[in-house]
């Protein structure tokens, strides 16, 4: 079986990277005995989505996540800290991917960069993890639902299950309005799938 193909993203949705590069995301997660189910389809063209990755605990969900986005060949962009994109190499491998850097310092600041540059660029697929760290947190970043609400996106949830080694492209959520409720009910929703390091979840 497959661990991942282009094929589980519309082709709307692709970046239409380099063969070589889609087979080293298949590769990687092959290698490592991982796949990714579930799919994204031409239905939803023309449409911004946030894609809400989650549990996050360990190093290891980036690694895979690089991954499964280089064999999805999704065109996707997803913010960082911005000075991760300073190191040689690894930044101009992170723009390449989709990284955008957004500087931190000031959360409520950095979701208004965030929002202003998708604005201005065309992005149709946008992710982002609502722990925003890898260390346990008391209470998930709402970053994510505002951004939503405010660019008219709709959400995917995507899990990282290390128990079954898969990565699950969710059905989509329903927004109800009530950004306490939304945290609760997309928290609840990971709750199904085991992290890297349960603890910190």
Do not use: C
């Not at 991942?4 to 692709?14: E, G, M, P």
């Not at 980036?62 to 690894?90: E, N, Q, V």
């Not at 699950?168 to 009530?178: A, D, P, W, Y």
């Amino acid at each position: 079986m497959t661990s991942v193909s282009n094929s589980q993203v519309a082709k709307s949705f692709r970046a239409n990277r380099p063969k070589s590069v889609q087979w080293l995301g298949r590769f990687v997660l092959s290698s490592l005995g991982w796949k990714v189910t579930g799919s994204i389809k031409e239905e939803h063209k023309n449409q911004k989505i946030v894609i809400v990755v989650a549990p996050h605990t360990s190093n290891w969900d980036g690694i895979l996540g690089m991954a499964a986005l280089a064999g999805l060949d999704a065109k996707i962009s997803f913010f960082g800290k911005h000075t991760i994109f300073r190191y040689f190499g690894l930044g101009a491998f992170l723009k390449y991917m989709g990284g955008i850097p957004v500087n931190r310092a000031n959360p409520g600041g950095a979701i208004g960069d965030a929002i202003k540059k998708i604005k201005n660029i065309e992005i149709s697929l946008i992710g982002m993890a609502p722990e925003g760290t890898r260390s346990k947190v008391a209470e998930w970043k709402t970053g994510f639902l505002r951004i939503a609400e405010e660019i008219n996106a709709k959400i995917i949830p995507v899990s990282l299950d290390f128990a079954k080694k898969e990565i699950l492209l969710g059905e989509f959520f329903r927004l109800s309005g009530k950004r306490e409720k939304d945290l609760k009910d997309l928290k609840d929703y990971f709750r199904s799938f085991t992290p890297r390091h349960p603890e910190n979840f």
